[in-house]
Every structure is written in structure tokens, then in C-alpha cells.
């Protein structure tokens, strides 16, 4: 099976901060790896599919990138609203789906 | 509008049944795949079982292999979870999600879950 390695498992950063998070993969999935966001007490949301391509109606400073087994996710202006878990997903080895341990981004 | 209404939830003892509903609205259902995933209470995410539109191509995750089945039943637009023998691990809140589209690729739209909890 499929590990994904999410780091750091939490930070926290100012509004404004630029912030990164990463997700390995134990071998290579190309770019199937997505991103979800999950706000306390809510179902998890789709923000990002196929690495780098953004869901409609995702603000712009979201953004993904990589492929084969590492890949980051970056908010380029920490928001209030951006407190969340953050959880990459991967698909290739179907037909079973592998999600990250999960990110924790709280405002400092 | 999506809608994806989970049902059946519930307290249960160890080693007991219990069958998960998910009533789906807003979209042709027999086109998409469909999910559940769970998370323990204060944990993360947890990928447990999909099926594709046509029930073609059906995945476990390994902590549930054996003892859940995933079904469909598109006349109804609806998705199912069988659990059996079910374990005080199983305990979580189990969502159930829309794919992109026929096959098993990513979760597009989820539903609010349903608690299920095993305790003696």
C-alpha cells in the first residue's frame, strides 16, 4: 500500500505568513495527490485535484505543486479563515485511496 | 444542489452489525463514484471503502477488509455500509462522499456523517 507522510503534523503562523506544507509519498503516484481543508465541526472540502490545479471557487492564494512522490501545498497570505486541518489524498493505487496524517495550521 | 444525507449511525456493542445509509440528492447519482471515510473522534482522515459508478470496481481500506461491505443501489440514489463485527476502533463519524466522476479519484462533495460509536 501507499504511505502518505504529511509534515510538519502542525504549525502556526501570522496573518500574512506564507505557509507550506508537505506530503511524500512512498512511491510514486505521478500527480494524482489532492488537498482537502477541514474547518473544526465540518465536513472536509476539496481544494485541490491533480497537484496543482485549483477547485473552482478556491481563492487564488492556494496553490499546489509537485509530482511523483514529494509534493507541497502553499497558502501565500495566511487568512483567519484559513485555520484548518489541511489532508493530502493520493489515488493512484486504486482502487484504494491513501489520505495524509493531516496538518493542523492555527494563527500565532 | 449536492445533498448527501448519511444515516443509520448509532451506539453499538462489539462484535455487532450495524448498516450505514447515505441518501443522495442534486446530481445523476449512477454516474459517480461514491465513498465512505471516517475519522475517530480528535484524529485524522481515514479512507474506508469506495465504489465505482456501476459497482465495477469496489476498494477496502485494510483496518476494514473482511467485515465491511460497500454497496450502491443507483434506482434509489443511494450508497450503503455494511459493518459487521464491528470493533471499538470502528468507533468514528463516518462521511459519505461524491467523486469527481465514474471512477475512484477524488471526493468532491461530502456529506455531514453519522456517529458511530462501539461500546459495551
Known amino acids: 500500500d501507499i504511505q502518505m507522510t504529511q509534515s510538519p503534523s502542525s504549525l502556526s503562523a501570522s496573518v500574512g505568513d506564507r505557509v507550506t506544507i508537505t506530503c511524500q509519498a512512498s512511491q510514486d503516484i505521478s500527480n494524482y495527490l489532492n488537498w482537502y481543508q477541514q474547518k473544526p465541526g465540518k465536513a472536509p472540502k476539496l481544494l485541490i485535484y491533480d497537484a496543482s490545479n485549483l477547485e473552482t471557487g478556491v481563492p487564488s492564494r492556494f496553490s499546489g505543486s509537485g509530482s511523483g512522490t514529494d509534493f507541497t501545498f502553499t497558502i501565500s497570505s495566511l487568512q483567519p479563515e484559513d485555520i484548518a486541518t489541511y489532508y493530502c489524498q493520493q489515488y493512484d493505487n486504486l482502487p484504494r485511496l491513501t489520505f495524509g496524517g493531516g496538518t493542523k495550521v492555527e494563527i500565532k | 444542489e449536492v445533498q448527501l444525507v448519511e444515516s443509520g449511525g448509532g451506539l453499538v456493542q462489539p462484535g455487532r452489525s450495524l448498516r450505514l445509509s447515505c441518501a443522495a440528492s442534486g446530481f445523476t447519482f449512477d454516474d459517480y463514484a461514491m465513498h465512505w471515510v471516517r475519522q475517530a473522534p480528535g484524529k485524522g482522515l481515514e479512507w474506508v471503502s469506495g465504489i465505482s459508478w456501476n459497482s465495477g470496481s469496489i476498494g477496502y481500506a485494510d483496518s476494514v477488509k473482511g467485515r465491511f461491505t460497500i454497496s450502491r443501489d443507483n434506482a434509489k440514489n443511494s450508497l450503503y455500509l455494511q459493518m459487521n463485527s464491528l470493533r471499538a476502533e470502528d468507533t468514528a463519524l463516518y462521511y459519505c462522499?461524491?467523486?469527481?466522476?465514474?471512477?475512484?479519484?477524488?471526493?468532491?462533495?461530502w456529506g455531514q456523517g453519522t456517529l458511530v460509536t462501539v461500546s459495551s
Open positions: 462522499a461524491k467523486d469527481r466522476g465514474r471512477f475512484l479519484e477524488w471526493l468532491e462533495y
